[in-house]
C-alpha cells in the first residue's frame, strides 16, 4: 500500500511538471516577455536566430555534457574510492595520459566554441547596407528618436495605466511597463542601423527578440543593426542602471509592411502626429487575427 501511494503520488509529481514544462513552451512568445517563460524570447532577426542557435543547439549541450562528466566523476570517486572501500591508500601520483588528456580535451571544447562564436561576433558587427537609419537618444528617462533621412524626429514616453487601458479599449495591445506613446517604425525585412547616444547618463538600448544591445554613453555615438524578418511589435527596456526611474523607460519597435511605413513617415513629416498614430493603430488591428493565429 505504501509503494503504490509513492508511486501514485511520484506520477502525480511528474504529470504536474510535464503539465508545467507544457504550459512553458505554450507561453513562450516573441517581442516581450511571456507567463513562466524560461529560455529567450523567440528570435525575429537573422542575427537573433544566430544568438540561439549558439546557445541551444552548441553550449546548453557541452555544458550539459561537462555537467554529467564531472557529476559521474564526483560519484565514482565518493562511492569507489571511499575510507571503508580502501582500508589501504594508493601511493600512485603520475599518469601522463590522464595529464595530457585534461589539458587537451578543454583546449579542443574552448576552439569549438571559440570558432561559431567570433563568426557570430563577425555577423553582430559587421554592417550590410542600410536601407533606414535612426537615432535613438537615452534620458533620463525617456527615449528620444531620429530619423535623419526622413527629417522625422520624436519623443517615447511609458504609457500610464489610464492610456493603456484607451488603447486596450480600442483593441490594441498594451503591455504594462513596455507601451509607449510613440513607437518606433521600421519596414519588414529592411536592413536599419540604429546608432546611439545619450544626453545624461550611461543608458541601453536593447531589445531581446533582434539579438540587439548597445549602450548609449553621453558624448560618445555607438551602433547596431537589425533586420526584422516578422511583422509585430518587439518590446525592451533600457538595460543599464540609469537612476530612479530605471525600469520605466521601455523601448517599442513596430514592424510594419513598407507602404504602412510610408504613410506613416510622410504623416510624420507633414507635422501631423494624430494621423501618424491612427495609420499605426489601422495597421496593428489589421495584422491582430494574424499575430492571434500565429501566438497559438
Known amino acids: 500500500m505504501v509503494g ?20 512553458t513552451a505554450a507561453f513562450a512568445g516573441m517581442g516581450e516577455p511571456s507567463p513562466y517563460q524560461i529560455g529567450m ?6 542575427v537573433a536566430e544566430n544568438i540561439h542557435w ?3 543547439s552548441l553550449l546548453l549541450p557541452i555544458i550539459t555534457a561537462i555537467t554529467v562528466f564531472v557529476l559521474a566523476l564526483l560519484l565514482i570517486v565518493i562511492f569507489r574510492y571511499n575510507k571503508s572501500a ?19 580535451v578543454p583546449i579542443l571544447i574552448l576552439v569549438l566554441i571559440a570558432v561559431p562564436s567570433f563568426k557570430l561576433l563577425y555577423k553582430q558587427y559587421s554592417y550590410p547596407k542600410a536601407d533606414l537609419v535612426i537615432k535613438a537618444i537615452g534620458n533620463q ?27 486596450i479599449g480600442r483593441g490594441l495591445e498594451a503591455p504594462r511597463l513596455l507601451a509607449v506613446d510613440n513607437e518606433v517604425v521600421v519596414p519588414v525585412d529592411a ?6 547616444t545619450s544626453r545624461d547618463v550611461i543608458h541601453s538600448w536593447t531589445i531581446p527578440s533582434f539579438g540587439s544591445k548597445v549602450d548609449a554613453v553621453p558624448g560618445r555615438l555607438a551602433a547596431t543593426w537589425f533586420q526584422a524578418t516578422r ?17 520605466f523607460m521601455p523601448i517599442a519597435v513596430r514592424v510594419v ?40
Not at 141 to 158: C, H, L, N, R, V
Not at 191 to 196: D, F, G, L
Open 4 to 23: 503504490t501511494r509513492f508511486g501514485t503520488g511520484c506520477l502525480g509529481i511528474l504529470t504536474a511538471g510535464g503539465a508545467l514544462l507544457t504550459a
Open 41 to 46: 524570447q523567440d528570435a525575429a532577426t537573422p
Open 54 to 56: 549558439f546557445h541551444n
Open 86 to 104: 580502501n582500508p589501504v591508500p594508493s601511493h600512485n601520483s603520475h599518469n601522463t595520459m590522464l595529464e595530457v588528456a585534461w589539458t587537451l
Open 141 to 167: 528617462w525617456f527615449w528620444s528618436y531620429e530619423y535623419p533621412d526622413q527629417g522625422i524626429s520624436f519623443d517615447s514616453f511609458m504609457l500610464q495605466d489610464s492610456d493603456r487601458q484607451a488603447m
Open 191 to 196: 536592413v536599419v542601423h540604429v546608432m546611439t
Open 231 to 247: 511583422k509585430g511589435v518587439f518590446y525592451g527596456q533600457c538595460s543599464e542602471l540609469c537612476g530612479k526611474d530605471h525600469a
Open 257 to 296: 509592411d513598407k507602404a504602412v511605413f510610408d504613410a506613416w513617415a510622410a504623416a510624420q513629416k507633414a507635422g501631423d502626429g494624430d494621423k501618424a498614430r491612427e495609420i499605426i493603430e489601422q495597421a496593428a488591428l489589421a495584422d491582430k487575427p494574424r499575430s492571434v493565429a500565429a501566438s497559438q
